[in-house]
């Protein structure tokens, strides 16, 4: 905090009644009592000093707000079929937004709204996975059709399972191919659920993880880089632990392993790996990767729906939540509610996407998809 330091000379010569000269010394203390009441209270509210978050830190909440959000109108979309699979994505320079129908992709312009494309893709309304590759130009989804890679520009299908050849196929049972889990920032590299690394461009297969106990696969993301890969996993479904696994990518050696109880909830990376986060006792906690340490436990403390969603931006600054209620906006420094989006689409809230490049956030599903820009956050 800002010193104020007030000379006062040794002699002063006052031409006024000496109860007069009280009174205004008397008003002149008040006056700096209260200016330093306020600027004490102002250096508390903003101290975001790093280091660990004690539990129950996340109570208070700060004032900041998001403009009007961008509404998307996507009345009889396939958004929603699986409620636990983010089935919009955005692409990693925020032009565009898609979205997908009974047989199509729907790509939509995301700085106006503005409809652009239909991308033909069988099955797509069932999709379980939905991520542009690289920049914007092509698209990764896997739905009732399989594996397709679609060509955003000729609106074709570049690459699929149905090409034969070993594409993107489950090395273990080659008649079926096994659902990606993660892309690599670039676009190039394709992680499945058996831990298979796919050439994105190809569909061949470039090298196999390898864990020995591993059954069930909640998370996965790759370094900024893409030299790392880490994975959240379980042996079974009733296991209590679930493990975080970091790979080298390059040559598939184990860099690190550790394991900690968490029951009942799903679990969940930030983008580039290096936290993730669950839901316990009705309160959310984020944990560091490296450190293996709890940072913060936030939430009211008043119960959450199940089906929840949430994210972390690629900053790794705030952890964005729904859970029935307002969409929540969590600083993970300070542990504070930055502020509470109430505005959300009418419908079911199926899924909570932030832009790559951390400029949006994309809340909703059928009937609408309520876009907001979080430059307001910074």
């Given at each position: 905090m800002k010193r104020w330091n007030r000379e006062v000379p040794a002699q002063i010569t006052v031409a006024t009644?000496?109860?007069?000269?009280?009174?205004?010394?008397?008003?002149?203390?008040?006056?700096?009592?209260?200016?330093?009441?306020?600027?004490?209270?102002?250096?508390?509210?903003?101290?975001?000093?790093?280091?660990?978050?004690?539990?129950?830190?996340?109570?208070?909440?700060?004032?900041?707000?998001l403009q009007e959000p961008l509404v998307i109108k996507v009345t009889g979309s396939g958004i929603g079929v699986n409620p636990y699979v983010p089935t919009f994505a955005i692409s990693s320079d925020s032009k565009y937004l898609v979205y997908p129908k009974r047989d199509s992709l729907e790509l939509v312009e995301l700085g106006n709204g503005n409809w652009l494309a239909s991308l033909p893709t069988s099955g797509a309304n069932y999709a379980d996975f939905l991520s542009f590759l690289g920049q914007s130009s092509r698209l990764l989804v896997d739905g009732e059709g399989g594996v397709q890679v679609i060509d955003v520009a000729t609106r074709q299908k570049v690459l699929g399972y149905s090409d034969?050849?070993?594409?993107?196929?489950?090395?273990?049972?080659?008649?079926?191919?096994?659902?990606?889990?993660?892309?690599?920032?670039?676009?190039?590299?394709?992680?499945?659920?058996?831990?298979?690394?796919?050439?994105?461009?190809?569909?061949?297969?470039?090298?196999?993880?390898?864990?020995?106990?591993?059954?069930?696969?909640?998370?996965?993301?790759?370094?900024?880089?893409?030299?790392?890969?880490?994975?959240?996993?379980?042996?079974?479904?009733?296991?209590?632990?679930?493990?975080?696994?970091?790979?080298?990518?390059?040559?598939?050696?184990?860099?690190?392993?550790?394991?900690?109880?968490?029951?009942?909830?799903?679990?969940?990376?930030?983008?580039d790996g290096s936290l993730f986060f669950a839901k316990q006792d009705k309160v959310f906690s984020v944990w560091q990767v490296s450190s293996q340490q709890k940072l913060i436990e936030v939430g009211n403390g008043k119960g959450y729906a199940d089906s929840w969603r949430g994210s972390i931006t690629p900053d790794n600054r705030r952890l964005i939540i729904y859970d029935g209620g307002p969409v929540e906006v969590w600083d993970i420094l300070s542990g504070k509610l930055v502020t509470q989006l109430d505005k959300i689409p009418s419908g079911s809230t199926r899924s909570l996407t932030i832009s790559p490049d951390g400029k949006f956030l994309a809340v909703g599903g059928d009937p609408s998809i309520h876009v907001w820009p979080l430059e307001g956050l910074k």
């Open positions: 009644k000496p109860t007069l000269r009280r009174g205004k010394q008397q008003a002149f203390l008040l006056i700096c009592t209260i200016t330093l009441t306020i600027l004490l209270a102002a250096c508390s509210d903003n101290n975001l000093s790093g280091g660990t978050i004690s539990p129950g830190a996340g109570k208070s909440k700060t004032t900041m707000t034969g050849g070993g594409i993107f196929e489950d090395s273990q049972n080659a008649s079926k191919q096994v659902a990606p889990l993660a892309t690599s920032s670039s676009g190039a590299v394709v992680l499945n659920y058996r831990l298979g690394l796919w050439d994105a461009r190809s569909g061949k297969l470039l090298g196999q993880l390898n864990r020995p106990g591993l059954k069930k696969v909640e998370s996965a993301a790759f370094s900024t880089d893409n030299s790392k890969v880490t994975v959240v996993w379980r042996t079974d479904d009733k296991d209590p632990k679930v493990y975080i696994t970091m790979w080298e990518v390059s040559n598939g050696n184990k860099l690190t392993e550790w394991s900690l109880d968490i029951t009942n909830s799903k679990v969940q990376l930030s983008p």
